[in-house]
């Protein structure tokens, strides 16, 4: 990018999506949108409404800062510092997972499932998206939220404060921080991908998320095996387990549930994409 030119938005825009075209980054003329309002203080409107307006010299080094990461790849919203998330927005850093739309899924029907819940349990929280937006939907709710890392659970804590709700964070590996403490709903996004696949990976996924929050063992489903059956110990009677999977893990977690005979016949739902995104079931009476 030369030095001495003078840069509009609507030129530098041009110049970026180009040229990260051909550091294979998709949707680039968006992703330079969003960079450079994050590096001018704009919204998009904003950006629209100055596209003649030339850029200063600290919008133009910080832009170029941000375009240098994008460009080997770290994830925009590493870059930015946030994403949202069911209308909220979340920080995020590597320490976590970063918060998929299709996660989405996983609330929607934790929400429907269970409408009346008054104890609700994310296990592995990560950036506590998940026990963030349960617990708009279920105010007068009991929320708690583990997760094994404890700078993980120090981001959910900073984005349940962001957001304005009450949540209990623990540290802790699944069941272990609980004794015979039980719940209405337990909800929980474990790793699914198979060890192997991982390298597989776009180098923002493999590279930007945490190892542990991928990696599910030789098949995907080492965390299921456990989680399933000592969930049904930590849930009421009528209580729902809900559960976000990977591509074609759904009969292989069904027939989890269906192998602990704790639960109820499960249930699946699909994402916007139409995958099943989750399998859900609860506890027998």
Known sequence: MPEK????????????????????????????????????????I???????KPL??????????????????????????????????FEVSPAVL???????????????RMPQATSILDIGTGSGCIAVA???????????????SPTALEIAIRNAARNSVKIEFIQGSLFEPFDTQTFDLIVSNPPYIPTA?????????????PFNALDGGDDGLHIYRQLIPEAAMHLNTGGWLVVEIGAGQAADVTDIFRKSACYNEPVTANDPGGMVRVVAASRKG
Do not use: S
Request: with cysteine; proline share 4%.
């Open 134 to 148: 349960l617990a708009k939907q279920f105010p007068n709710a009991a929320v708690t939220a583990t997760d094994i």
């Open 46 to 52: 904003g950006l629209y409404l100055n596209f003649d």
């Open 5 to 44: 030119e003078i840069w509009t938005p609507l030129k530098i825009l041009a110049w970026t999506k180009d040229y990260l075209i051909t550091k294979g980054v998709e949707n680039a003329r968006l992703e330079a949108e969003w960079m450079l309002c994050a590096a001018t203080g704009l919204d998009r």
């Open 197 to 209: 696949d991982i390298e597989t990976l776009e180098p923002e996924v493999r590279h930007g998320d």
């Open 56 to 89: 200063n010299e600290t919008e133009l080094n910080t832009f170029r800062g941000m375009i240098a990461r994008r460009a080997k790849r770290e994830p925009l919203q590493h870059i930015l510092g946030t994403q949202e998330f069911c209308g909220m927005e």
């Open 98 to 112: 970063i918060p998929r739309h299709d996660t989405e899924t996983l609330v929607y029907e934790a929400a429907t």
